[in-house]
């Protein structure tokens, strides 16, 4: 699956010297990782302009928007990322025209959340991003809220909507009527547990530990919406 970033960067190589482009990721890349350590309320443009070793200067004139346009690069680059690599496992585990054997579809959903659970250890900058949109919400521009949203937690929750149904549609499932709702509800017992439990990945978990809340998430997520035998 090529990735949005993978789009945007080709484009770049095309339309922008690369002094200046690299010039940009160097300043987006130490964005990155100030923001991850103080979140956007506590981050300065002075400490990201000193990690990306430029100026104040260069900075603006890479980035007009200051802070708020750096934190809203930062965060759609990395929730690109994580969505493509999420869609990429659900679509290998979840194959609308594959549904699984029901005998196998615990074993199946199991599998899922831990795919999607691992990816906290994959994209940690991105998960200690999300930690510090959650906790200064508050304090952050809205239209950084809805860039954040639009490219990565709604194309998924979309995706394993239509995944669900499509479980649904094969008899494996039983939605009650709202396959949104439902799909809010699976990782909220599942990949939720766990990000609350490491702190978004900053004190991981014991391998045991992690399956354990994950089968227990599966099972109650099946407990509440598997399809009764025969129906």
């Not at 923001?35 to 981050?43: H, P, V």
């Not at 990690?51 to 690109?80: E, M």
């Not at 509800?185 to 547990?193: D, M, R």
């Amino acid at each position: 699956m090529s990735s949005s970033n993978d789009a945007w960067m080709e484009r770049a190589k095309r339309e922008v010297p690369p002094r200046k482009l690299e010039k940009q990721l160097a300043i987006v890349r130490a964005a990155c990782g100030v923001f991850g350590r103080e979140g956007y309320a506590r981050a300065s443009v002075d400490a990201i302009a000193a990690a990306a070793d430029v100026s104040t200067r260069t900075l603006y004139n890479h980035f007009p928007g200051g802070k708020a346009l750096l934190f809203r690069t930062v965060v759609t680059w990395t929730a690109n990322e994580v969505r493509d690599a999420q869609l990429a496992r659900l679509h290998a585990l979840l194959d609308p025209a594959r549904p699984p054997h029901p005998d196998d579809l615990e074993r199946d959903l199991v599998a899922l959340a831990h795919a999607f659970t691992d990816l906290i250890g994959e994209y940690q900058d991105h998960f200690a991003l999300v930690r510090h949109i959650h906790a200064d919400a508050g304090h952050m521009p809205e239209e950084v809220m809805t860039a954040w949203r639009e490219a990565g937690p709604l194309p998924v929750a979309r995706a394993f909507t239509a995944a669900l149904a499509a479980l649904e549609d094969a008899g494996l499932l039983d939605l009650h009527g709202d396959a949104a709702l439902a799909a809010v509800h699976f990782p909220a017992l599942t990949s939720a547990a766990v990000l609350q439990r490491s702190v978004y990945g900053l004190l991981p978990l014991p391998q045991d530990e992690t399956d354990r809340l994950l089968r227990g998430g599966v099972g109650a997520f099946l407990r509440a919406y598997r399809a009764a035998e025969g129906a």
